[in-house]
C-alpha cells in the first residue's frame, strides 16, 4: 500500500476590518468575504487554488484582531517569507499577522476559548477616525448599572435568548468565563471571554447592556432573559460596527 504524502499544516492569525465584508464565511460569488480573499491571496502565492478552514464565522461588518485559519499545503518558503508574499496581495483592510507551522492533529474548529469586544463611542460628537471600529451611541450611560449585568451572563447558561434567528446550532449552552465594561474617556468598551458564541450573541449582550445602562432595563433583566429563553426578554442587537474578535485560544 502506498504511503499517503505528508502535507504540512500551516496556521494563520488574521486581522481584519471587516467594514466592507459580508463576514468570514466563503459564499457563492460575488459576495466578498474575508475568507475568499485569504484564499485568493494564498493561493496566488503557491500557484494552485486551495481552501482554508477558519475558527469562527464572524458577522457582516465584525471586526477581527485574532480571527484563526488553518491550510494544508507543500511550500518552499519560510512561514515569515509567505505571510509576507501574502500581505503584499490581499486588500489594505485585511493583514496575516502570523503564519506558523502547527501539528497534523491541530483542528482549527477546536477552540477553548475566544475573547470578543464590543466598543461604544458614549458622546454628543460623531467618532471620526475610527468611526468605523465603533458603535456611536449619544444618550447617556449609568456603568454601574451596566457592570452590575454583566455578572448574571458569568457561567454555564442557555443563552437561546441572545441569539439570532439564523442560528441554527443544536445546542445554546455556552460557558462564559469572563464579562466586564468599562469606560475610557468617551469609549465604553465591553470584554466577553467564552467557550463559545452564538449568531448575534454578543452583539445582542451589548444591545441588553445599552438598555440597562440607559435606565430602560433594570440590571437583573440579563438573569429574567436567560431564565426565560424568549428573545422578547433582551435587548436589541447592536450594530456590527462595534464588534471585534480579539483573540482564540484552542
Known amino acids: 500500500m502506498d504511503e499517503i504524502p505528508y502535507i504540512p499544516q500551516?496556521?494563520?492569525t488574521i486581522a481584519y476590518d471587516g467594514t466592507a465584508y459580508s463576514g468570514w464565511q466563503r459564499q457563492p460569488d460575488p459576495v466578498m468575504t474575508v475568507q475568499r480573499v485569504v484564499e485568493k491571496a494564498v493561493g496566488e502565492i503557491l500557484?494552485?487554488?486551495?481552501?482554508?478552514?477558519g475558527a469562527s464565522r464572524t458577522d457582516a461588518g465584525v471586526h477581527a484582531w485574532g480571527q484563526v485559519a488553518t491550510f494544508r499545503a507543500p511550500i518552499d518558503m519560510t512561514p515569515d517569507r509567505l505571510r509576507m508574499a501574502v500581505n503584499s496581495r490581499l486588500p489594505r483592510d485585511?493583514?496575516?499577522?502570523?503564519?506558523?507551522?502547527v501539528p497534523q492533529k491541530f483542528d482549527v474548529t477546536?477552540?477553548?476559548r475566544k475573547r470578543y469586544r464590543y466598543v461604544i463611542?458614549?458622546?454628543q460628537d460623531r467618532p471620526l477616525f475610527n468611526?468605523?471600529?465603533?458603535y456611536h451611541y449619544w444618550q447617556e450611560l449609568e456603568i454601574s448599572r451596566m457592570q452590575a449585568a454583566c455578572k448574571y451572563f458569568v457561567g454555564r447558561k442557555d443563552f437561546i435568548a441572545f441569539r439570532g434567528r439564523q442560528d441554527d446550532r443544536q445546542t445554546t449552552v455556552r460557558n462564559i468565563y469572563h464579562c466586564d465594561i468599562h469606560q475610557r474617556g468617551p469609549l465604553v468598551i465591553m470584554s466577553v471571554e467564552g467557550d463559545g458564541f452564538l449568531y448575534h450573541m454578543v452583539r445582542t449582550m451589548a444591545g441588553t447592556l445599552l438598555e440597562i445602562g440607559r435606565g430602560r432595563l433594570p440590571p437583573e433583566q440579563v438573569s429574567v432573559a436567560l431564565q426565560s429563553g424568549r428573545r422578547i426578554d433582551?435587548?436589541?442587537?447592536?450594530?456590527a460596527a462595534g464588534l471585534c474578535l480579539m483573540w482564540i485560544r484552542f
Do not use: D, M, T
Request: proline share 9%.
Open 10 to 12: 500551516y496556521k494563520l
Open 47 to 53: 500557484n494552485h487554488p486551495l481552501g482554508i478552514s
Open 94 to 101: 485585511v493583514l496575516i499577522r502570523e503564519i506558523s507551522e
Open 110 to 112: 477546536r477552540a477553548v
Open 121 to 123: 463611542w458614549r458622546s
Open 131 to 134: 468611526r468605523s471600529f465603533v
Open 234 to 239: 433582551a435587548g436589541p442587537c447592536a450594530p
